[in-house]
């Protein structure tokens, strides 16, 4: 009985307090930069110039996250996030086409769908 007193429980209680989505940084990390990617998608000459600081900012955070909480879905769109603002930098100086529409639907679908994974898996990595 002692053993468990001593003995920090992994989960919800113990990782929600590292879990930068349930602080206020949670809305510099990922609102603010996702109001920017949706502002790029009609505004064409600063797309580049929103985008990719808004993606490093969404997987530098959930990098962050995935480390200090194990949320699962932050394993998954952290590098999804930096190969996007990698493949948008490219596309900026005309190395690959892009087609803004489709792009942010793939891109926000992989993250919806790493979400939804938490259903089964949990919303935190057991023995962080």
Known sequence: MVEAIRKPKVGSQCCQGNDL??????????CLPTLAIFLGLNWNAARPWLWIPALLVMGVGCVVNARRCGRPH???????????????????????PMNPGIFVSVVFAIAMLACLAELPLGRYKKGV
């Not at 996007?84 to 930098?89: L, T």
């Open 21 to 30: 989505v349930g602080q206020r940084a949670g809305i510099l990390v990922w």
């Open 74 to 96: 932050c394993y998954v769109t952290g590098p999804i996030f930096l190969l996007a603002a990698i493949y948008v930098g490219f596309s900026g100086i005309s190395l690959v």
